[in-house]
């Protein structure tokens, strides 16, 4: 059985940082991409950052902000993400077994974690 399960969510300030975990167990997802999904309210889930062998790609919404990274040998990812603005509030979600940022590409799915940001 394959599990996502992130953390590290929360509210903050507009401007200030939080970090994203996600565990992912029943699988290795080390030859494969991963990558952080996020759906406002009444809004269309939209791809964030994703990452492969070859580095990180980022929404143009995010770039400059937030950084996507990996540890393999835990089967672990996180997003820096720093600058938040209102706008990023969304329940955020990790995905691995897919492409890019492709998001109907993706098999595995995590339950989200919220992140809140006020102004």
């Known amino acids: 059985q394959v599990h996502l399960v992130e953390s590290g969510g929360g509210s903050v300030q507009a401007g200030g940082s939080l970090k994203l975990t996600c565990v992912a167990s029943g699988y290795t997802f080390s030859n494969y991409w991963m990558g952080w999904f996020r759906q406002g309210p009444g809004k269309e889930r939209e791809g964030v950052a994703a990452?492969?062998?070859?580095?990180?790609i980022y929404a143009d919404s995010v770039k400059g902000r937030f950084t996507i990274s990996r540890d393999k040998a835990k089967n672990t990812l996180y997003l820096q993400m720093d600058s938040l603005k209102p706008e990023d509030t969304a329940m955020y979600y990790c995905?691995?077994?897919?492409?890019?940022?492709?998001?109907?590409?993706?098999?595995?799915w995590g339950q989200g974690t919220q992140v809140t940001v006020s102004s």
């Open positions: 995905a691995a077994g897919g492409f890019a940022l492709g998001q109907t590409a993706y098999k595995y």
């Open positions: 990452i492969y062998v070859g580095g990180g």
